[in-house]
């Protein structure tokens, strides 16, 4: 399931970190289109058991590399042949780095699927604001990555493309829905990606897959352009193999944007200066209602000890409450089913996307929607349908909303005595394939810990705290108050530094192999 890390130049370019390969760019020791060439050998070698990619976009990424040797000559130019990489703003460190795109933000000219037949060949005429800000860091786009379709599984295996598979062992899942995202990362087929989170899809995967997974704050990062699932729980976030790499991606995609009305006015928050600040006096929240009945030993364990590794770096432990976390599932399921109910039915066969024919327009709608969505997001549609319906709406959405703005009173509690929560990301690590296909509960019990921040619109991360006795993933989950992303990249940061000596130096296999 492990290997070394390849210490070739290949494996340096994969495996880099986002400033290493920044500063060997901008030193003029490597090339963008050089970088992204290894990245795309590795994706020819390895991505058909993995299978992270939907589409790979070679000429475009090509392109754009060749754009950032560019930008960088002209800089170098401008500078007298030598640039201190010490004084480059975090975004100019994304110039020339390969990145992969989660396959539910358009992307211009290049197909969005969103893991569905419904979009199978649908290609946006515009990009989504975080990828258009990546372009104009010059990042390099290498392709979409796969998903659960329409953002709706925990596992990677509701694609109707086919399931994604975790790098660190080919018969079990990578997470959903952002599994491409997490896998890709992972394997060396992108130095960091973009996902989306609604109840955990970022986080998950992260966790599963061993790297480092951050859901912002609701507002944060715009939504625009990103295909809807709930639009009151979806956000954008960064998927990266070091808290330092998340910490660049994030700044570089979050901020106010005037597309998107539910994006957060001010400035762009700024993560980078606090990160290295340790958690000496940082209070951290242990809530037993996040280790009761369910957890895996391995994973209490190892949330544990990286809990008590912070301890002995400086930061003291306070037991809080939420008396409301058990109907958190519940409620977010009608909530989110309720809104997927409203945003899907645009997928009609009149507007864009697959079109069946009918001998009337209720038999084409009827034979569209029947064909082009899998079983999973029909069983999400009818839930959403049902508790939205006359005699139930307010027995169902109106009681669940009511109950989300519970659970988010427990978390204000909460942070009245400590400065983060730290809790597992999921009960297990990564499950077979296979294992919970025909077991929707038990499915949705994966992300027991992780939906309830999306209701609340509260940051959290999911930073790799150790592994299994099989040798898989564990992530411990670190949640904030809103905007607080600068604290909890923090403390994530001082979990990596304290776990490295169990973390840092291993890989999948099939990556280095």
Request: overall charge negative; charged content about 25%; hydrophobic content about 40%.
């Amino acid at each position: 399931m492990t290997g070394a890390v390849a210490m070739t130049e290949e494996g340096a370019l994969l495996f880099g970190s986002i400033e290493q390969l920044s500063e060997r760019l901008w030193r003029g020791e490597i090339s963008a289109r050089e970088l992204a060439e290894a990245h795309l050998r590795q994706i020819e070698r390895i991505d058909g058991e993995i299978h992270a990619y939907l589409t790979v976009v070679a000429e475009r990424a090509l392109a754009q590399a060749e754009e950032a040797d560019r930008r960088i000559a002209r800089r170098r130019q401008e500078e007298g042949g030598a640039v201190d990489v010490r004084r480059l703003e975090p975004s100019e460190r994304l110039v020339g780095i390969p990145w992969a795109c989660k396959d539910v933000l358009c992307t211009e000219g290049v197909r969005t699927t969103c893991g569905s037949r419904m979009l199978e060949h649908f290609v946006p005429p515009y990009s989504a604001t975080a990828v258009r800000r990546l372009d104009e860091a010059g990042a390099v786009m290498l392709g979409k990555v796969n998903m659960d379709e329409f953002a709706m599984g925990s596992s990677n295996e509701n694609s109707a493309f086919g399931p994604t598979r975790n790098p660190w062992d080919l018969a079990r899942v990578p997470g959903g829905s952002s599994g491409g995202s997490a896998a890709a990362v992972a394997a060396g087929e992108a130095v960091f990606s973009l996902g989306s989170d609604t109840g955990g899809s970022v986080r998950l995967p992260a966790s599963y897959c061993g790297v480092v997974g951050l859901k912002p704050t609701y507002g944060a990062v715009s939504r625009y352009g990103l295909v809807a699932y709930a639009s009151s729980l979806d956000q954008v976030g960064p998927i990266a193999r070091s808290v330092r790499d998340c910490a660049i991606v994030f700044e570089a995609i979050a901020g106010p944007d005037p597309m998107d009305a539910t994006s957060a006015p001010g400035p762009v928050p700024e993560v980078l200066p606090t990160l290295e600040l340790g958690v000496k006096g940082v209070r951290l929240g242990i809530a037993p209602e996040y280790f009761g009945e369910g957890l895996s030993a391995p994973v209490r364990e190892a949330v544990m000890g990286a809990v008590a590794r912070l301890e002995r770096e400086g930061a003291t432990t306070v037991e809080v409450r939420m008396p409301h976390l058990e109907y958190a599932l519940p409620v977010y399921y009608i909530i989110s089913s309720s809104e997927a109910s409203s945003n899907l039915a645009r997928y009609d066969g009149v507007r864009y996307g697959l079109r069946e024919p009918g001998d009337d327009v209720v038999a084409m709608f009827s034979r569209t929607r029947r064909a082009g969505f899998g079983d999973e997001v029909k069983r999400r549609i009818m839930l959403g349908t049902y508790a939205l319906s006359t005699g139930y709406y307010d027995a169902f959405y109106v009681k669940a909303q009511k109950v989300r703005t519970l659970i988010r009173r427990d978390f204000e509690q909460a942070f009245e005595r400590a400065d983060v929560l730290v809790t597992p990301v999921s009960p297990s690590v990564a499950f077979r394939l296979g294992e919970r296909v025909d077991d929707p509960l038990r499915m949705y019990l994966t992300d027991i810990y992780t939906l309830s921040v999306n209701l609340a619109g509260l940051p959290a991360v999911s930073v790799p705290c150790g592994f299994s006795p099989e040798g898989l993933p564990i992530g411990v989950q670190i949640i904030g108050p809103a905007f607080a992303e600068a604290r909890v990249l923090q403390v994530a940061r001082a979990v990596e530094a304290a776990v490295a000596d169990q973390v840092a130096h291993r890989r999948p296999a099939v990556a280095v192999r």
